[in-house]
């Protein structure tokens, strides 16, 4: 039970943010493999988060970037809210090192990005079930997200000819 608290706390560090309630973060550390039942796993908080963080990334883009047509924006969020990116993000809060999962799991070198990027997607389900407002976990996805939007944004409008000759001819008239 100890080193589940030290867990909880580390993870309250990486994070940013103190839980009101540290079992909220705890249910978001559970994977299935290691849950007495799905239910009591991360799952739901996983299907919750993913749809906070999409509507946050959505909102922040769509201020961020009032010139950009529909499917500019979406294009920059799919390469933001990807698989990969939220579990290079989960994977550099070191939320990796702290998820609880079965035996089965815990003796493989590397766990697969879709548990990585699950983990991050509870996280933000968690934050914003512990707050019990959206506030706290749209600041935390924004702490963790904008290198990512902005690395997308720029990336995409780069190689994005059509918004450049339509930017230019903007200029010109």
Known sequence: MAENQNVLHAVQAAL?????????????????????????????????????????????????????????????????????????????????????????????SQLPQSLAAALYEAVIAAIYLDAGELEPARQFILRTMMPHIREAAASQHQFNYKSQLQQLSLIHI
């Open 16 to 108: 940013g943010y103190s839980f009101r309630d540290p079992q909220i973060l705890a249910a978001a550390l559970t994977h299935a493999s290691t849950a007495d039942s799905r239910l009591r796993s991360n799952e739901r908080m996983e299907f919750l988060g993913d749809a906070i963080l999409g509507m946050v990334v959505c909102l922040e883009l769509y201020h961020q970037f009032p010139d950009y047509l529909e499917g500019e924006l979406t294009k920059i969020k799919s390469a933001v809210v990807s698989r990969h990116t939220c579990a290079r993000i989960a994977r550099d809060l070191g939320l990796m090192d702290h998820v609880f999962i079965g035996k089965g799991m815990g003796g493989r």
